[in-house]
């Protein structure tokens, strides 16, 4: 089989914008892992990474139910500004509740400038109120950007009643 001649030129350009990207794990890297809290035996609060710099980080069928208790690790480049998308929601192992129930969810993106060595986890807080999700240094527990709160049903509907005007709202929590 012989190639055409426009062919081999551009084999070299599509081979040539094929670039390499570094192993992380071999540079100066920091690490985040999700959390998860074991609310009662029906439902698990679960807080993780989506995407780190644009890039997302969850298994391409993404299936939250078989990744109950094992929360996934992350490497993210050190020493230089970090663009992470988070989020925390719960999650009802009852085919009833997921239906039927209020979502409780928080998604945003937090950026920090991770150091190296270190280690970092997404932590939270669901309820019909208010649910908030942020990243926290492991060795100091301190919180790294910001703190992202989404008011809940529950929130909205008390201020509704308490200053009695109705109001239309689409979406979710």
């Given at each position: 089989m012989r190639l055409a001649p426009l062919s081999i030129p551009m084999l070299i350009l599509a081979l040539a914008g094929c670039q390499a990207t570094p192993d992380l794990a071999t540079l100066p890297h920091a690490t985040i892992a999700g959390t998860h809290v074991d609310v009662d035996g029906d439902r698990f609060d679960t807080f993780r990474v989506l995407s780190i710099d644009g890039v997302n980080v969850l298994p391409a069928t993404d299936q939250p139910v078989k990744l109950i208790g094992h929360d996934a690790t992350n490497l993210v480049a050190a020493g230089q500004g970090?663009?992470?998308?988070?989020?925390?929601?719960?999650?009802?192992?009852?085919?009833?509740?997921?239906?039927?129930?209020?979502?409780?969810?928080?998604?945003?993106?937090?950026?920090?400038?991770?150091?190296?060595?270190?280690?970092?986890?997404?932590?939270?807080?669901?309820?019909?109120?208010?649910?908030?999700?942020?990243?926290?240094?492991?060795?100091?527990h301190?919180?790294?950007?910001?703190?992202?709160?989404?008011?809940?049903?529950?929130?909205?509907?008390?201020?509704?009643?308490?200053?009695?005007?109705?109001?239309?709202?689409?979406g979710g929590a």
């Open positions: 970090a663009r992470v998308e988070v989020e925390g929601f719960a999650f009802y192992n009852s085919t009833g509740h997921r239906m039927f129930w209020d979502p409780m969810h928080a998604q945003g993106v937090v950026e920090f400038v991770p150091a190296a060595g270190a280690t970092y986890s997404v932590h939270g807080s669901v309820a019909p109120e208010a649910s908030s999700v942020w990243i926290e240094d492991d060795a100091t301190a919180a790294v950007g910001r703190k992202i709160v989404v008011p809940g049903r529950a929130a909205s509907g008390a201020a509704d009643s308490a200053s009695g005007v109705p109001t239309m709202r689409s």
